[in-house]
């Protein structure tokens, strides 16, 4: 069963532009990870967000996380035509196993 | 520092043939996961590994899957006879215990097709 799932298969925005993904979870979590997978590579860590937090920042992007609706969401400003890639949400549930959600492809264009 | 290193980097095979998926591991890391991810799906944890020892290998088809880290360094994950069903990216992934992170550090992965 899904434990984490984004609300959008997929998304496009122009280059300049901000978008956000959002993710729904189903279970109690210690953390909440934003992962990004280029074409061709593995996944790559983006955020990492513990369940007593409720925001948290990585240069251009901004996580949020709410447990009361067991959501999150990762936000990105001024996009790239590099920030096409599937973006991924995982629950932990303990400490070192994470259940992924099955992505938004977001499509930045020129 | 080196990432993660998998190989072969694709594989094609016959149904019933087998396979052999290689991954190296950040050096020091003591936590090593094989995921298998269909495409265009998310990856779902197969099997990870504390040092040498099975954590959790729940999601294992144990009749035809198979995995050993035998000095807790390099692993190996094996597919006897497989089926078109296998087709996916096969990804493995190291990590630190005992950090102030989680983090999962994975490699290209490995691309299977099973005709």
């Known amino acids: 069963s899904q434990l984490a799932e984004e609300n959008l298969w997929a998304l496009s925005v122009h280059e300049g532009e901000s978008v956000t993904v959002n993710c729904s979870y189903k279970?109690?979590?210690?953390?909440l990870q934003w992962y990004r997978q280029k074409s061709g590579e593995g996944p790559a860590q983006l955020i990492l967000?513990?369940?007593?937090?409720r925001e948290k920042r990585n240069g251009r992007l901004r996580a949020t996380l709410d447990t009361s609706s067991q959501s999150s969401s990762l936000s990105i400003t001024a996009t790239r035509c590099e920030d096409t890639a599937v973006y991924f949400c995982?629950?932990?549930?303990?400490?070192?196993?994470?259940?992924f959600g099955k992505g938004t492809h977001l499509h930045v264009l020129p | 520092e080196a990432g993660v290193t998998q190989s072969p980097r694709y594989a094609v095979l016959q149904e019933g043939q087998a396979v052999s998926f290689w991954c190296d591991p950040i050096?020091?890391?003591?936590?090593l996961y094989w995921y298998q991810q269909p495409r265009d799906q998310g990856p779902q944890l197969l099997v990870y590994?504390?040092?040498?020892?099975?954590?959790?290998n729940s999601q294992l088809p144990s009749d035809r899957f198979s995995a050993v880290r035998p000095k807790g360094t390099n692993s190996t994950l094996k597919i006897q006879s497989a089926k078109q069903g296998d087709t996916a990216t096969y990804l493995c992934?190291?990590?630190?215990?005992?950090?102030?992170?989680?983090?999962?550090?994975f490699g290209p992965g490995t691309r299977l097709l099973v005709l």
């Open positions: 590994f504390r040092d040498e020892a099975v954590i959790d």
């Open positions: 967000i513990r369940s007593n937090e």
């Open positions: 995982a629950t932990d549930t303990n400490a070192y196993k994470v259940i």
């Open positions: 279970t109690s979590i210690t953390a």
């Open positions: 050096s020091g890391h003591d936590t």
């Open positions: 992934a190291s990590s630190s215990t005992g950090g102030e992170s989680d983090t999962q550090y």
